[in-house]
């Protein structure tokens, strides 16, 4: 547990920094009759979020345009994916991803999850503000109406954002692991319940505690007993919050390993995780990933993507000689 406090990202403030010279050279980018892509990699994946902001308005006084209208107007596919996604402050990437998860015809549950159950309590508040300021909707409504069942009942209680920090109770840690034992052999709805209000209220340092004891009951492991019991997006996402809580980085390195498998290049979340996750701690999933699957992300990256796509891809991972 105490690793996952040492974590890192791969992009940080560019030292001296001119916004002014960026907005320009970006406008020269994006001006001609051929968009010239390496460019608008070299700046944007060299600079970090804020700063990112900070060209974009000295883009807006000196062009008198959006930055972001202009990148969506030049690019196409997932190259334009990544580069606009870059330009979001992150609770307004994560209600941009939750938006188009839900909207249009059918959900994309596994975003949902992968946001949900990795944020911190003031990530979750600040992107339910962002969401309400950009698409002019509530998240916890539209997520009651997307959702069903116990998967609704677990998402609408972490986008509450309520989750005990840094509080443990060592007495009551065993009294929990029986609750969660009790859900794993009888899956009445009480009983369900009851599993997502321990796995989404208490304190990360809460459920470690009692994810020990669970195995001292049991002789099972959370996410095997889960994965026993359960079924669906309601156990994908429970095993989601066990993950994060035992290793936030390495239950990335598991999304993305899961989604860069021969073919069915998961394109979105691979894009989304390397955004969101690249200024916390993408240098530690990297790490991760590596340990646990004895090859490097950006070699997989490299072999998957292709073009511009990749190359952006791969400025965010920062990565380095070693890694081919």
């Known amino acids: 547990m105490d690793s996952s406090h040492q974590v890192q990202g791969t992009i940080f403030p ?5 916004p002014i010279m960026d907005a320009q050279m970006l406008g020269g980018a994006l001006q001609g009759f ?7 990699i070299s700046i944007l994946t060299q600079r970090c979020n804020a700063q990112r ?11 008198g345009r959006d930055l972001i209208g202009d990148l969506k107007e030049n690019l196409s596919d997932h190259f334009k994916d990544v ?10 990437y994560d209600a941009h991803e939750l938006w188009h ?4 015809v059918g959900t ?10 990795s944020r911190t309590n003031a990530e979750i508040f600040q992107m339910r503000e962002a969401y309400c300021l950009q698409y002019s909707s509530d998240l916890q409504g539209d ?33 929990d692991a029986m609750v969660l034992w009790e859900a794993c052999q009888q899956k009445t709805g009480e009983n369900k319940t009851m599993l997502q209000m321990i796995l989404c209220n208490k304190s990360y340092q809460q459920l470690w505690l009692v994810f020990q004891e669970f195995q001292n009951i049991s002789g099972q492991d959370m996410v095997e007993a889960i994965n026993e019991c359960y079924d669906g997006h309601f156990q994908q996402l429970l095993v989601a919050i066990v993950l994060c809580v035992r290793d936030k980085p390495a239950f990335f390195a598991y999304k993305l390993y899961s989604a860069i498998p021969d073919f069915g290049f998961h394109n979105k979340t691979v894009i989304r995780i390397l955004i969101a996750r690249s200024e916390i701690d993408l240098m530690t999933i990297r790490k991760r990933y590596k340990e646990r699957y004895g090859k490097s992300l950006f070699h997989d990256i490299k072999n998957f993507a292709s ?15 070693d890694d081919y």
């Open 83 to 92: 580069m606009v996604g870059l330009m979001y402050p992150p609770p307004s």
């Open 101 to 104: 998860a839900m909207k249009g």
């Open 108 to 117: 994309d549950e596994n975003c949902l999850i992968d946001i949900l159950a």
């Open 14 to 18: 560019a030292p001296n920094f001119n």
């Open 307 to 321: 073009g511009h796509y990749e190359k952006a891809l791969l400025a965010i991972c920062a990565g380095d000689a």
């Open 53 to 63: 902001l900070m060209i974009a308005e000295a883009y807006q006084s000196m062009y």
């Open 34 to 40: 051929d968009c010239d892509k390496d460019m608008l």
């Open 143 to 175: 997520i009651y109406s997307e959702t069903s069942g116990h998967f609704r009942d677990t998402l609408m209680n972490l986008v509450q954002g309520t989750r005990e920090e840094g509080y443990t109770d060592p007495a009551m840690a065993a009294q």
